[in-house]
């Protein structure tokens, strides 16, 4: 039978962002998920969001992890280099998930969909399959998605 526990933790006291957490026990083995939105910078770099994601690698444990979420972060960006440093994204092919709507940030107004901001991460040893970006009209960032092996 499975466990849960949840909890959530801030990035920032400033631009106000949180982590959440669920630590899920399956077959006697912890997973780590996690799930965030650091802020939107219109690809810009910020100290904010810098803050944020130093925040987060903090309390992801080294092991049996997955986080996920919108970065607000290019691929090239100093957020996914540095996540990248402990993580995997599971999505090498970087397909675009952003921007569906050009109203999704009137600042940047985007036109099509052509930047990856939304990344799946996972701890060295959890194994993947199959990432996708999925096609939808619920949001201005597309669904992305990875099989996990557990």
Known sequence: MAKFRSYRSELSETDKR????????????ILHIFNTHLLHTHQHNSETQNQQAENL????PQNDTI???DFNATPESGIIRRISKNFIN???SLRPTW???P????ICNPQEINTRLDYIFTSKGVKTSSPNVHQSKGSDHLP???IVEV
Do not use: H, M, R
């Not at 949180?18 to 083995?29: M, S, Y």
């Not at 690698?57 to 992801?60: A, G, N, P, Y």
């Not at 109203?103 to 009137?106: A, K, Q, R, V």
């Open 57 to 60: 690698v903090k309390i992801l």
């Open 103 to 106: 109203e999704g940030c009137t």
């Open 67 to 69: 986080v996920a979420g």
């Open 90 to 92: 599971t999505d090498l």
């Open 99 to 101: 921007s569906v709507y």
């Open 18 to 29: 949180l982590a959440l957490n669920a630590d899920i026990e399956i077959n006697k083995k």
């Open 144 to 146: 992305i998605s990875v």
